[in-house]
Structures are given as C-alpha cells and as structure tokens.
C-alpha cells in the first residue's frame, strides 16, 4: 500500500472514444504529477501540479487534459488518443516546500501509484 | 536537459549472488531515489538518498553528490529481486521534477 490509488488499473479504448485517468493520495502532500512510461521507453514526466496549480506541462499533445480539482485529487481526461499513446501512466505525490523570498526547493521523495495500462486500439 | 545513465542495461545472477548497480547524473541534483519496478509494473520506492548512505535489508545504497553518482548494492539475491532498477534524479534549483535513467534489468534465477 503506497498510499496513492489509481483506476482503472487497466484500460482498453478506441481512438474516437473520451475517458479518464482517476488517482487519489492519502498522504497529505501538496504535489502531484503524471508520468508516462513507454515500451522500452524511461519514465516521461507529464505534468506536475502543486497546490493544485499546473505547474509543468512537459509539451504533452492536448488530446491529454489533467484536472487537480483539490491536492489529494487528480485526473488525466483522454480523447481521440492515437496508437502511440498505449503505455501506462503513472501518478506521484510529494510534498513541495519553497522557502519563502528564495527559489529553493525543499524536495522529497516521490511515492507512485501502481499505474493505469492504457491500450488504444 | 540534466542527463541521467545506468549501468549495466542488463544483468542476470544466481540466487544468492551480489550485485551492484550504477547511476551517473550529469548536473548537481538535490534529489535522488532508487525505484524497484516490478514485472506487474508497480514501482516501488527503495531509497530516498540525494547524499550519502543509507541500508534496508539486504539493500543498501550510496550518494556521492559532488561526484555525481549513486550506487545500489543487492546482496544475497532473490528470485524476487527481479525487475527494473531506476534511478531518477532532481535537478538543482529545478522545481520538485524528476528525471529518471533508463533502468538496469535484472534477472535472478535458481
């Protein structure tokens, strides 16, 4: 138990169809990321919201559309995905701290969800 | 980008056997951590380690920041120790984003 839930675990869809990506974390952190993994492939990051703000958008396609309605909330919304887009994504969680007047960053671990495996067909 | 490699690619062992696995980064990092994927794709946290040493059963693992790589070591090997090694890093100054290496597969058998 990692403390971040994502469904559905696996997915199966057409090229014309919507769905969406749910994760939720009960760790009480204030950031939360997707990540993409490919074949053969390091993990890509996606996007990186903390408090809720999107904060990264690593020049992710728009047929991928993120929504962090609260901190312990995030979803990926998927439409007209293209083949390529089979892989599994992953959701993250840390929490973020910046010192107030300064640009450091208090970084910490990052936990991950299990993944949704994601097959466009 | 900050650049992020693993060595070996692959590797297979013996039950029983030690390994060590490497991760060179190519700028200063205020964040590392060392994940286990496993064949069901769950990516597990080992360690949490931006500098220096630290050891969990029979894995341990080593920062050496102003060098600019880390080590894993695995001893006593088990079939369950199979999977993917990766290491991502943080960049300095770099927000809270993590950039992750390629992995090291690792094989264990009887």
């Known amino acids: 138990e990692t403390g971040v839930t994502q469904t559905p675990r696996h997915l199966v869809m057409g090229m014309t169809n919507k769905k969406s990506l749910k994760c939720e974390q009960h760790?009480?952190?204030?950031?939360m990321y997707w990540y993409k993994q490919s074949a053969k492939k390091p993990l890509e990051l996606m996007f990186v919201?903390?408090?809720?703000?999107?904060?990264e958008n690593n020049s992710v396609p728009s047929r991928f559309s993120p929504e962090c309605p609260n901190s312990s909330h995030l979803f990926l919304h998927l439409h007209t995905l293209q083949p390529e887009d089979s892989a599994l994504y992953l959701c993250a969680s840390s929490q973020w701290t910046t010192r107030t007047g300064t640009e450091s960053y208090s970084n910490q671990p990052q936990h991950f969800g299990d993944g949704t495996r994601l097959s466009i067909l | 980008g900050i650049q992020v490699e693993q060595s070996p690619p692959d590797l297979i062992l013996q039950e029983g056997a030690n390994s060590t696995l490497r991760c060179n980064f190519s700028?200063?990092?205020?964040?590392l951590q060392w994940f286990h994927q496993n064949p069901w794709g769950q990516l597990i946290n080992l360690f949490y380690i931006p500098s220096g040493t630290k050891q969990n059963g029979r894995l341990s693992a080593t920062t050496v920041a102003t060098e600019r790589y880390s080590l894993l070591y695995i001893s006593s090997s088990q079939t369950t120790d199979s999977g993917v090694y990766f290491c991502?890093?943080?960049?300095?100054?770099?927000?809270?984003?993590?950039?992750f290496g390629t992995g090291t597969q690792l094989k264990v058998e009887l």
């Open positions: 919201y903390s408090l809720e703000e999107r904060v």
């Open positions: 700028d200063s990092v205020n964040n």
């Open positions: 760790l009480g952190h204030n950031a």
């Open positions: 991502a890093v943080g960049l300095t100054g770099g927000g809270n984003k993590l950039t």
